[in-house]
T-cell receptor, first 114, second 113 residues
Framework: AQSVTQPDIHITVSEGASLELRCNYS??????LFWYVQSPGQGLQLLLK??????LVQGIKGFEAEFKRSQSSFNLRKPSVHWSDAAEYFC????????????FGSGTQLTVLP | DSGVTQTPKHLITATGQRVTLRCSPR?????VYWYQQSLDQGLQFLIH???????AKGNILERFSAQQFPDLHSELNLSSLELGDSALYFC????????????FGPGTRLTVT
């Protein structure tokens, strides 16, 4: 079945440490890929996106993500986490041939320790 | 600020009631998408309208309906409300029916008591 999976429900890192959030998808063809962030009580903010081309994409707030076709993955990374990065992170896809609606993963809650 | 507005911000109502959520897309955007975020179902696509016409339906209950008006704002109508309808409802807009990016509003938090 077509799906997008975020295997980590909750991740805790110390401020200044590096971060990697995992995302895997299961589609016949490569979907369009997105990472969104949701701060408490807030809406969804787009961090970065991948449609085609260079497999390492840069986003806002110092985030980057790498598309790996062989692993059907689109993992989000940040070299040094700040306390303000504490939030919930969602990987999302637009499936090939779809009407452009987003399908979201279940989210990863990030806690940042001082 | 994405430019997408949603009203009201919060809504508290009783079971069996009907409510209307409103969304104004970014200036010039023709597509509106509605999503529901609940604790048990996560973020789910409900429905997509493009320039007044329904484009796609997702996991939208029959008690729910939506429309997009000539000025491109959209309304999501929820009727015969149940406790399980308590959720955050987002709308998103995009320039066309085929756009790859969507811009999200701040959401309407619905609490059904």
């Amino acid at each position: 079945a077509q799906s997008v999976t975020q295997p980590d429900i909750h991740i805790t890192v110390s401020e200044g440490a590096s971060l990697e959030l995992r995302c895997n998808y299961s589609y016949g063809a490569t979907p369009y890929l997105f990472w969104y962030v949701q701060s408490p009580g807030q809406g969804l903010q787009l961090l970065l996106k991948y449609f085609s081309g260079d497999t390492l994409v840069q986003g806002i707030k110092g985030f980057e993500a790498e598309f790996k076709r062989s692993q059907s993955s689109f993992n989000l990374r940040k070299p040094s986490v700040h306390w303000s990065d504490a939030a919930e992170y969602f990987c999302a896809v637009v499936a090939p041939g779809s009407a452009r609606q987003l399908t979201f993963g279940s989210g990863t809650q990030l806690t940042v320790l001082p | 600020d994405s430019g997408v507005t949603q009203t009201p911000k919060h809504l508290i109502t009783a079971t069996g009631q009907r409510v209307t959520l409103r969304c104004s897309p970014r200036s010039g955007d023709l597509s509106v998408y509605w999503y529901q975020q609940s604790l048990d179902q996560g973020l789910q696509f409900l429905i997509h309208y493009y320039n007044g016409e329904e484009r796609a339906k997702g996991n939208i209950l029959e008690r729910f309906s939506a429309q997009q008006f000539p000025d491109l704002h959209s309304e999501l109508n929820l009727s015969s409300l149940e406790l399980g309808d308590s959720a955050l409802y987002f709308c998103a807009s995009s320039p066309s029916g085929d756009s790859r990016e969507q811009y999200f509003g701040p959401g309407t938090r619905l609490t059904v008591t």
